[in-house]
DNA sequence: TGCTTTTTGTTTGGTACCGGACAAAGTCCG
DNA sequence: CGGACTTTGTCCGGTACCAAACAAAAAGCA
């Protein structure tokens, strides 16, 4: 992770719906920080000293079983932020999260934010209710995992992937795909070659590009997408 | 669900771990009730007035698909209570709260909850404490809900239900049971044939006995009694 | 008692994905 | 340039589970 002088434009929509003067106060304890890809931003069992409000990028919220298997239960891009619930009182992370890709992120430390919610109510209701609707995503997400095919489930994590980069190509292998979704990668090959001479897709070696969005909201399950009127009515459209 | 006169001993470890003078103050407060199988204690979307603190039984967190397919995305028992998150300011619920099979427990009004919380500080911090527990409990289940084989998935219910239950006899049907695992009756029917005639459990139209619960540990997976020792610690052994 | 409903047993064909393996193609690095 | 490594394509047998259907047995009800 490094850490980069110049303070860039805040597009992190949660950060961007708090009041000026209380997002100004924040600011100035914010710091301006690259993610490298896969980095570990909270490991699973240790305390959520810091925060991470991404403008670009997502971290995948990741849980292991003992023989290595893993799934992603859940994510968190530019509409919210990594360690949210841990302003609420929980002190110590039950997941991974993991950074996908690279992005850039606002660090700022849990102690702080607690300090701005006292003085903040505003902030300290958004901070409740953007929690609320994560947990709604995670339990859409924990139900997705059970019903819905890997095709669905791949087109639906290409969707969200492409809302949280902004750029309509980016890093992603076969393995890493199939290592979130919880299948193995010659499953996933077959599906994101379907999906690419579809049309919908193009990739070559660990990158992938989003040709046809409509096309993929198409083949992908209800999951994605049901929480972001929520979203909108929250933090406002994007 | 009906309230009955003569207020019986509490069972629910939650609150048997709360200092004396604290649970007092609660017990006032609190309405010994019996639930009715299948009963919605809470609904999705609806705002959370009042929390369930059981006895015996459980219920179960179910997510439903707008197809009407729906999964169990988690369970709480003697060992918390229902709506324990509101208690962190998530005023909505995201998913269904349903009773499985008849059970009794107490029922208290947030506010009542919120109100003894400035007051304790012993229960704020056994609510964050058992919140977080419940977070990791939520992320097995997902994930085990990807991972796991149906027959694993089917025995650690089994195992969860007996721990709530106290009792070695419950009421249970194939077609339910299919329902919360998220798989087609037929399907569990074979699984619960095998796990009968492995001499693992006997059921006759509707009621489930658990003979061999050895047995059943062996064959459930590994989220069967992830979290049962951060609980002991919690609430002391039970 | 007989009829209806609920619950379970079982089949059948089909699909989705596993688990493992190997080859081909692209990329990195010395 | 050549060799090592990464990434993707593909194939295999096998299993788990789907989706739908029908029958049988038990329980409830008139």
Redesign the pocket.
């Known amino acids: 992770m490094n850490q980069t002088r110049d303070e860039p434009a805040i597009e992190n929509r949660f950060l961007l719906a708090l009041p000026e003067s209380c997002l100004k106060r924040l600011t100035s304890q914010m710091e301006f920080v690259e993610v490298r890809p896969r980095e570990v931003l909270i490991r699973a069992g240790s305390t959520i000293d810091n925060l991470y409000f991404f403008n670009r990028g997502f971290a995948s919220l990741v849980k292991a079983m003992r023989d290595g ?1 893993m799934v992603e239960i859940g994510a968190v891009g530019p509409t919210s932020g990594v360690g949210l619930l841990s302003l609420l009182g929980l002190e110590r992370a039950v997941w991974e999260t993991v950074a996908q890709g690279s992005g850039t992120a606002f660090r700022i430390s849990r102690a702080a934010m607690l300090a701005e919610m006292e003085k903040s109510h505003a902030l300290a209701e958004l901070v409740k209710k953007r929690a609320g609707l994560f947990l709604g995503e995670l339990a859409q997400a924990a139900a997705c995992n059970r019903l ?6 791949c087109c639906r994590w290409l969707l969200m992937a492409h809302d949280c980069a902004g750029t309509d190509t980016f890093a ?5 795909l ?1 290592l979130m979704l ?12 379907s999906l ?1 001479r579809g049309g919908l897709i193009r ?6 590009t989003i040709v046809d969005r409509a096309g993929l909201e198409n083949e992908a399950c209800e999951c994605y997408g049901t929480w972001q009127g929520q979203l909108d009515h929250l933090l406002g459209k994007s």
Do not use: K, P
């Open positions: 298997r819905h095919s890997l095709e669905q489930r992603l292998t076969h393995e890493f199939a919880g299948v193995q990668r010659s499953g996933l090959s077959i599906v994101a070659g690419q990739y070559t070696r660990g990158r992938v």
